[in-house]
């Protein structure tokens, strides 16, 4: 396994502006996850995914994010008119069959985002 | 709902000396526990996980932690750290009930290993 990639590493945007971030998970890993990580604290859940279908999101989630995962594999997360509140690390992780009880989760390098 | 406490944001020790880093839960029903490394520029990496069975689990690099469920604990150690071991650790829980196995962190203990 190649591992979990993300896409880009780090992101600089102007407020008001839209980013979008790629994850591409380990290969035939049904359930893929997002978190957020701000400076000095643990990664929050944001949402995740089993093959294609979004099945939770987190109350962090607001209107201005969206994630998709198009035929199950890579996953896009989209933050619509940014603030400055936004800038955090962005992870994405997988874990292989359908997700099973302690199962681990595969973590990527993370999207870095600063919001100006 | 769940909440993990990592008391110690940084935690610095010598080469060679063991090590402790604490970390306690609080939940209402019966959790999975983890502990996960970051280094630098890179992502989370599992150390170790506690799922059933003998309390005391061993990890990858020399790492071990012991759960405590009457203290509601899963404190991590290693006998002799090296620098290489310099990094950020991040204890996390996984409740047994919710079908989406996410993780919810602490915020983590950034372990300084000096010469």
Known sequence: DTGVSQDPRHKITKRGQNVTFRCDPISEHNRLYWYRQTLGQGPEFLTYFQNEAQLEKSRLLSDRFSAERPKGSFSTLEIQRTEQGDSAMYLCASSPLAGAPGETQYFGPGTRLLVL | ?115
């Open chain 2, 1 to 115: 709902a769940q909440s993990v406490t990592q008391l110690d944001s940084q935690v610095p020790v010598f080469e060679e000396a063991p090590v402790e880093l604490r970390c306690n839960y609080s939940s209402s029903v019966s959790v999975y526990l983890f502990w996960y490394v970051q280094y630098p520029n890179q992502g989370l990496q599992l150390l170790l996980k506690y799922l059933s069975g003998s309390t005391l689990v061993k990890g990858i690099n020399g790492f071990e932690a012991e759960f405590n469920k009457s203290q509601t604990s899963f404190h991590l150690r290693k006998p002799s750290v090296h620098i290489s071991d310099t990094a950020e650790y991040f204890c996390a829980v996984s409740p047994w009930m919710d079908s989406s196995y996410k993780l919810i962190f602490g915020s983590g203990t950034r372990l300084l290993v000096r010469p």
